[in-house]
Nanobody, 118 residues
């Protein structure tokens, strides 16, 4: 089992910045991916950004150049620096952990609200 604890959401004006953090604990596998998804009511959850334990990153086109994902493997923590926020970024952001390999497992955080006012 893996537990994920998110922090850093809140209310910000358009053009502002926020940083999300997600700390993982429990049975952390050596090869894994951690990332952030977001969801608004009535829509599917979508990938925002992810980073593997080896440092490979993936970003949604809508956030490229504005958001940056990073991780501290010693702390099993992933960060999402969000800059130049837009009202369209308003959503509940969920931390995601995936164990990679022959056996795959996926875990989710409880979510943190990010609201960007215009």
């Amino acid at each position: 089992q893996v537990q994920l604890v998110e922090s850093g959401g809140g209310l910000v004006q358009a053009g502002g910045s926020l940083r999300l953090s997600c700390a993982a604990s429990g049975s952390i596998g050596r090869f894994n991916s951690m990332g952030w998804y977001r969801q608004v009511p009535g829509k599917q959850r979508e990938l925002v950004a992810s980073i593997t334990s080896g440092g490979t990153t993936t970003y949604a086109d809508s956030v490229k150049g504005r958001f940056r994902i990073s991780r501290d493997n010693a702390k099993n923590t992933v960060y999402l620096q969000m800059n130049t926020l837009e009202p369209e970024d308003t959503a509940v952001y969920y931390c995601n952990y995936e164990l990679l390999g022959v056996v795959r497992e996926t875990y989710w955080g409880k979510g943190t609200q990010v609201t960007v006012s215009s």
